[in-house]
């Protein structure tokens, strides 16, 4: 019975992402017609656009950075402080956290003057 089930939410899942598709073409056929029709020039939406895009491999070093960072510390005090595991798994999670964000957070000032 769970297979059967299984089964189904994949089913559903691959119907939804044909059925977006299918009536995002669709809709965009659409006005484009509407637009052929209303004589207007259609060359524009077939252009070539330029993108600008750029995977943020700097924003993600330095996050994995900072979470090494985050880990060593919290490693290096909870073994030098001799906490019990209750305790030392919440530091841990709290630097992994901190020093990931506090890398993130490096990374947008050192980008920001670039962007200019």
């Known amino acids: 019975m769970e297979d059967l089930s299984m089964m189904f939410i994949w089913l559903g899942f691959f119907a939804s992402i044909f059925l977006g598709w299918y009536f995002y073409i669709q809709a965009r056929n659409k006005e484009r017609m509407a637009l052929i029709e209303k ?12 993108t600008s895009f750029s995977f943020p491999w700097f924003k993600i070093g330095m996050m994995l950075t900072g979470v090494g960072l985050g880990f060593f510390l919290a490693m290096f005090i909870t073994y030098y ?18 020093f990931g964000g506090l890398g993130i957070i490096i990374a ?5 003057p670039k962007e200019k």
Not at 81 to 94: F, K, R, S, T, V
Not at 108 to 112: D, G, P, S
């Open 39 to 50: 004589n207007v020039d259609i060359s524009e939406i077939f252009r070539v656009r330029k």
């Open 108 to 112: 947008y000032f050192i980008e920001k």
């Open 81 to 98: 402080a001799g906490m019990p595991a209750e305790i030392a798994e919440p530091i841990l999670a709290g630097f992994l956290l901190f």
